[in-house]
């Protein structure tokens, strides 16, 4: 399961299955459904709901205990090669953004950052770019959802960010994280005449990319 499928991201919205994931990428080892349901005061069903879920998505594997006792065996569930992968790659984005933020400049420095990015990912030179970035977003893992409502600041629609792969390191340094992202997305507009204002955590789990100019492929 790649992190930009529909299952990835489903699997990843309930709040609830994050903190399972959680519990499996920071346990030494595989665990139980019931071991996972007491770290989180969950009923043991709902946790191997859960986790039978992460499974499903690719995020989780399972395995049976290798002990001799009566009985069915315990199936026992730890983290998938990609979540594997993923963690890793949280714990050193939120190291660098940690490090970066004592900085005076660390503002400007996550912008110019963001648009190197950019940069590499390869510039727009659409007439309309809306397209182009909604997939951009799609690939590094927002899970982008076009918003047809216009935005009251700035008169044009919205592109709604459901998911971000460094989630964790925003909240605790948003100026760097954030300012990574905005600094992407204005050098991709840049080429043209439509502007954009990142508006992280309008709620818990969701950001708001308000673009300045209307664009037919977000407006059908």
Do not use: K, N
Not at 112 to 121: H, P, V, Y
């Amino acid at each position: 399961m790649t992190p930009g499928s529909e299952r990835y991201h489903a699997s990843l919205g309930s709040p609830a299955r994050r903190q399972v994931l959680a519990v499996l990428q920071e346990a030494s080892g595989p665990l139980d459904a019931a071991a996972v349901a007491a770290r989180l005061g969950l009923h043991v069903t709902t946790a191997r709901f859960h986790l039978d879920q992460l499974v499903a998505a690719g995020l989780a594997v399972r395995e049976v205990a290798a002990e001799r006792r009566r009985g069915r065996p315990r199936i026992l569930f730890a983290i998938a090669g990609p979540a594997r992968d993923e963690h890793s790659r949280e714990q050193l984005i939120r190291v660098l953004a940690d490090a970066l933020a004592h900085r005076d400049d660390a503002s400007a420095l996550a912008r110019r950052a963001g648009a190197q990015w950019a940069d590499e990912l390869g510039a727009i030179g659409a007439v309309d770019p809306v397209p182009v970035l909604l997939g951009t977003l799609e690939r590094i893992g927002f899970d982008p959802d076009p918003d047809p409502e216009l935005d009251p600041a700035t008169g044009g629609p919205s592109i709604r960010l459901r998911a971000c792969p460094f989630r964790a390191a925003a909240r605790a340094h948003p100026e760097v994280v954030c300012g990574v992202h905005r600094g992407l997305i204005d050098r991709m507009l840049e080429p043209t005449d439509t502007r954009a204002r990142l508006r992280p955590f309008v709620e818990p789990d969701l950001c708001l990319v308000a673009l300045e100019s209307s664009s037919p492929a977000l407006s059908r």
